[in-house]
């Protein structure tokens, strides 16, 4: 391959340096195709006859991107190559001839741009495709479909396709590129009488001659047509009615065409799982339709999304991914923003730090949200739907964003002590079961809930009936601390020291050390363990094992422990608070032996207090626990 790519190059060269013509249309113009690009061309080739009419919207939809950036040159006073040519789509058919050209008006490339644009792989979304393809090797006959692999997805119906372009910089030349989608393409140059514009002329396969059939490719534009901005010439006639569906009125836009737009602009086969129209005329005109895709487009192993959010000024494309429309944490969604309120000639730079736009950022950012509040009021079974699929996003969210942190907090959903397994539940219907004499929301941070549910941190709670939230994904402690308060109420963890639990009503007097006995017990701990813990307690928090541990004030939680020790980082050391169960037998026990025998005493002590420790999940060594209790045991049976 390398060795062809010389040739290829070496002749290019040649030709240019000796100038002749014969010579360069025949070798000159061969080049092969990038790697990545004859790769992505098997896949597509290869592999998906059932979607194979996506490559009509995608060619569609470039042709109206090409539309659009021509719109934008001539409205920001740009001198294009004729001017007066209408911005139009032409798509013809020819039966007898099996072939289908899809032709616009647009900006057209030059000659550098085709060789960039149509042999390499540019878009960054069809590289992501790419390395799935390759990871996955097969079953992903859906994927086409939901990402579009752009223009090379023409090969999925095309013999030979031969691209004609002419850019709209009035000294261009005009080119023509012709390909098998196979090894590579040739270009000559195009007639001089080559329109502004680019046309592309598909060659069908033998077992695709139905896109040069009228009436099927006609159903096929008839799908999308709606939403490109432009005319449609279709065989000579006209095809569609102009309309930007995000300017009009959302009464009189029905969930079916929705669903069509979103599936046009959003390059997808399936439907939205819930979407938004937004219009607002004051403090800024504001048109906006966003959707949510039925798939978070980063669950399956795509890495990071990109926005995918449109910007337009009244119908006008300013750019088609601005990065920094909506913060980070909405890169899911996609659609469009549009307002009459930006200047048109607004460029990338300015984009990226433009008053006007963060004020948009920050509109439609409190409407989603509000959107999903409504959605969660009045079909909670979708939001349940959203929540499971998006909620890494709206955590992000609240992580991210301090400025609508509160109101993403209502949107959290989790299990509980009160709710069953798999059943979720809000801070708002938390806060409802608040029990009179309960301040604060209670939480607790683990692996599962099958773990949280043998928490020994839960028997203070649960013994005074207040409920406790489980969270259980990884980084939720830092959702959860950045939230601080829900519904004015302060969110504790309850594997903290200085929780202050208000005192046990009704409880029956049980037997258990008393005050001077307990004070001994603890202070002899604290010799004898000398610096190990930050504080050494007796505490009515337990009430059946003898003894917990309670993360120290100033100490790093298991989970961010956990997380450091992942990354390589260094871990500061912790100082665990630990509280004896004064009613229970095995303390009442050990403070008297105390006394009677220290040795054993402490081989006790040390195993209750790793019990605790193993329990909390704060036990660095299990070793430890090993160990000691090997050596009790021998103590014991050797007396
Ligand atoms: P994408 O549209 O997502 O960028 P495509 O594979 O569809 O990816 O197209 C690749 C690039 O080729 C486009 O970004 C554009 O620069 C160029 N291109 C494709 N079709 C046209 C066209 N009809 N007119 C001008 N440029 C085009
Ligand atoms: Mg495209």
Redesign the pocket.
Known sequence: MRLLTCIALDAAAHARRIGGTIFSTIMANTHQFQTEVRQLLDIVIHAFYSDREVFVR?LV???S??LEKLRLKQLTNATVYEPERELRITITTDEEGKTLTIA?A????TRD?VVE??GTI??S??KKFLEMMKESKGGTQDLIGQFGV???SVFMAADKVEVT?RSWQPDATAVKWTSDGKEGYTMEDAPADTPR??A?RIHLKDDATDFARAEHVRHIINKYSNFVGFPIDFNGEHLNTVQAIWMKNKKDVKPEEYEAFYKFTAHSESSPLTYMHFSADAPIVLNSVLFVPEDNPEAMGFGRCEPNVALYCHKVLIDSKPDNLLPEWLRFLTGVVDSEDLPLNISREMLQDNSLLRRISGIITKRFIKHLEGLAKDDAEKYEEFWRRYSRFVKEGIVTSWEHKDTLGKLLRFESTFTEPGKLTSFADYVSRMKENQKDVYVLFGASRAQLEHSPYLDALQARGFEVAFFTDGGDQFVVESLMKVEDKEIKSIDRANLDLPPLEGQPDRPGLDEEQAKALTEWVTETFKDSFSKVTTSDRVSSAPAIALQGENDISPEIKAYLKAMGQPVPETHPEIAFNPHNPIVQKLAALRTENEELATLLADQLINTALLRAGMLDDPAKLADNSQALLEKLLSK
């Not at 647009?106 to 490339?109: D, E, F, L």
């Open positions: 995608e939809s470039n042709a991107d090409a616009d647009g900006i057209g490339m741009e644009y149509l540019a878009h979304g069809t752009g223009f090379y372009t514009g680019t592309i």
